[in-house]
C-alpha cells in the first residue's frame, strides 16, 4: 500500500502533535484553584491580557459579550467582562473545561479565535503571565482547543480518503489475484499439453530409430 500512502499523504504525526498541546493546557488547569479563578473574577479593573483571554474562552463557550457605551466615543460596543465574571462564578468552570467537547467545536466559535486570538502577539501564554497566572492556564487552553481543532480537521478528511483509496486497491488487488490464477491455469495446462505433445513426439522418434 506504499503507493496509496503516496497518493493521500497521512503523517503519523499529523494528529500526534496536537495531544501533547491538549496534555499541556488539561496540565494548566489541573493547576488552578477555585481561588485562582476567585481572584480573576474579583478584578474591577482587570489587565488587557486577562479580558483578552476571558473574551476567547466566553467565544469557545458560546457566551455572548453585553452592549455598553465606549466612554471615550459614546457609542456601543461589545464587552465580555461581565459575561466573564458570571462564568468564573459558576463551580464548575475549571471542569467544563477539562470536559469540553474538542471534537465538535462551532465552525463559527473556532473562526473567530483564529483571525483574531491567535494572530495576536499578547495571546501568547508568556507574555498573559504577566498578568495573571491563571489566565496564563486559560491562554494555553485555548490556544490548544485551536490548534487540535485544525489538525484533527485536516487529519479526518486525509484519514478518509486514505480508507476509501485502501479499500479500491484491496478491490483491485483481489481482481488481480484472481486474474493471475486464472492465468497461471491457463499457463498450466498450456505446459500440460506442450508435455505431452514432446512426449508423443519422442515417442514417435523410437521406433523409426530402431528399424535404421
Do not use: H
Not at 501564554?125 to 485555548?142: D, H, M, T, Y
Amino acid at each position: 500500500s506504499s503507493g496509496i500512502n503516496a497518493e493521500w499523504p497521512l503523517r503519523p504525526g499529523d494528529l500526534a502533535e496536537a495531544i501533547p498541546i491538549l496534555e499541556q493546557a488539561l496540565a494548566a488547569l489541573n493547576t488552578l484553584t477555585p481561588s485562582d479563578v476567585t481572584i480573576v473574577k474579583s478584578m474591577k479593573s482587570p489587565p488587557p491580557g486577562v479580558r483578552l483571554v476571558m473574551e476567547a474562552v466566553c467565544i469557545l463557550k458560546g457566551i455572548k459579550p453585553d452592549r455598553v457605551n465606549d466612554p471615550a466615543t459614546g457609542k456601543k460596543v461589545e464587552d465580555f467582562w461581565k459575561p466573564s465574571q458570571k462564568l468564573l462564578g459558576d463551580m464548575k468552570f475549571l471542569q467544563s473545561l477539562k470536559d469540553y467537547d474538542k471534537d465538535n467545536v462551532p465552525v463559527a466559535f473556532v473562526k473567530k479565535i483564529r483571525a483574531t486570538y491567535i494572530p495576536n502577539p499578547e495571546f501568547v501564554p508568556e507574555k498573559i503571565r504577566q498578568a495573571s497566572n491563571a489566565a496564563e492556564g486559560l491562554c494555553k487552553w485555548v490556544r490548544a482547543i485551536e490548534a487540535y481543532d485544525r489538525v484533527a480537521k485536516v487529519v479526518a478528511p486525509k484519514k478518509a480518503a486514505l480508507a476509501i483509496a485502501e479499500s479500491k486497491f484491496a478491490e483491485a488487488q483481489k481482481s488481480l489475484n484472481a486474474k493471475r490464477a486464472m492465468l497461471k491455469e491457463v499457463q498450466d495446462k498450456l505446459q500440460s499439453l506442450r508435455d505431452k505433445f514432446e512426449e508423443n513426439t519422442k515417442k514417435k522418434k523410437v521406433p523409426t530409430a530402431t528399424l535404421r
